[in-house]
């Protein structure tokens, strides 16, 4: 059973272009968003996260859109460089007693110059 | 400033046989969690433990099994490897219970043949 489902699994974009991934989550207990940078070879190591009290959070080149109603998130890349050519993924975990983090299943992203 | 370390970073075990995977979380972080990530999937959660207790568990058998010490360092031990243990084990740290921004270690690669 997949509590946080993630598009696309693979995405390839051209130098400078706008990467968009996408994800949703059903269970409504989740407060806390966070998005994952993934290298081969490498752990996750924490991109950026949001909590559901604001609909958008950004961070330099990268941006979280969240909308409750819809149980929907998505990451969204500016000005994308071949250096940001790994997996993302995103999670959701409810922050209440211990923080179990549910994963979505990953996109793998290439960044062609 | 050293991260969080995990040892060793690669094992090849045969089926039938049982592992011990450690764990030293950051200096002061006294939560430390225990994640499975299949090739091509996201972290799968197995454990998690906060001042030397058993906070969460996972959906994984029986022959998996945690503890954390005093110092806070960790062991995931695998009883009765199956080819399907194959995996990267993550560890994360936290400060505090129940609080974002885990931190992710670089893993261990085991391949049961």
């Known amino acids: 059973q997949q509590q946080v489902k993630q598009s696309p699994q693979s995405l390839i974009v051209q130098k400078g272009g706008i990467s968009i991934i996408n994800c949703a989550y059903e269970?409504?207990?989740?407060?806390?968003f966070p998005w994952y940078q993934q290298f081969p070879g490498k752990g996750p190591a924490l991109l950026i996260a949001?909590?559901?009290?604001?609909s958008e959070k950004k961070e330099g080149r990268f941006t979280i859109s969240f909308n409750k109603s819809a149980k929907q998130f998505s990451l969204h890349i500016m000005d994308s460089q071949p250096g940001d050519s790994a997996t993302y993924f995103c999670a959701a975990a409810n922050s209440g007693g211990y923080q179990k983090v549910t994963f979505g299943i990953g996109t793998k992203l290439q960044v062609i110059p | 400033d050293a991260g969080v370390t995990q040892s060793p970073t690669h094992l090849i075990k045969t089926r039938g046989q049982h592992v011990t995977l450690r764990c030293s979380p950051i200096s002061g972080h006294k939560s430390v969690s225990w994640y499975q990530q299949v090739l091509g999937q996201g972290p799968q959660f197995i454990f998690q433990?906060?001042?030397?207790?058993?906070?969460g568990r996972g959906n994984f058998p029986d022959r998996f099994s945690a503890r954390q010490f005093p110092n806070y360092s960790s062991e995931l031990n695998v009883n009765a490897l199956l080819l399907g243990d194959s995996a990267l084990y993550l560890c994360?740290?936290?400060?505090?219970?129940?609080?974002?921004?885990?931190?992710f270690g670089s893993g261990t690669r085991l391949t049961v043949v």
């Open positions: 269970n409504t207990a989740f407060d806390y």
């Open positions: 994360a740290s936290s400060a505090v219970q129940g609080k974002d921004g885990y931190t």
């Open positions: 433990y906060y001042e030397k207790e058993e906070r």
């Open positions: 949001i909590r559901p009290d604001v």
